[in-house]
């Protein structure tokens, strides 16, 4: 059954990004930390403390940025992957001979691509809208 193999994925998706999250926190921090030392210790003009923490702040915004990208794009490629499976089974046309799947072959393929391009335009979008925010 489709649903249930699409939940299975789904959960273990949800798995997946739960275990890559709590090791990018980490790295966020540890990272953050080196950032603000050492260009706040490098004693340039102006004030390196105060570069060093905006230069870790926008590290920051990059890295929530990209968790959330993550986050949209596994959402949207697990539930285009059961729209592509029915649609090559013909769920939703009632063509399920095994005769002519070459519609079928297409429709999935049209649905296949259409995910493709919603995950990629959400995520250019996300990633232009931070920009716009952080500058």
Do not use: H
Request: charge should be neutral; proline fraction near 1%; glycine fraction near 12%.
């Amino acid at each position: 059954n489709i649903e249930e193999i699409s939940t299975l994925i789904t959960e273990g998706a949800k798995a997946f990004l739960w275990a890559e999250y709590k090791y990018m926190a980490i790295f966020m921090v540890v990272f953050s930390a080196i950032i603000v030392v050492l260009i706040g210790a490098s004693g340039g003009d102006g004030q390196p403390w105060v570069n060093g923490v905006m230069s870790a702040l926008a590290f920051n915004i990059g890295a929530l940025t990209s968790i959330v990208s993550g986050y949209i794009g596994m959402r949207i490629a697990v539930y285009t992957n059961s729209r592509t499976a029915l649609q090559a089974w013909g769920f939703w046309t009632g063509n399920t001979a095994s005769e002519d799947r070459s519609s079928n072959y297409r429709d999935a393929f049209r649905t296949a691509f259409q995910g493709g391009c919603v995950m990629g335009f959400s995520l250019v979008s996300l990633g232009i809208l931070a920009l716009y925010v952080t500058v």
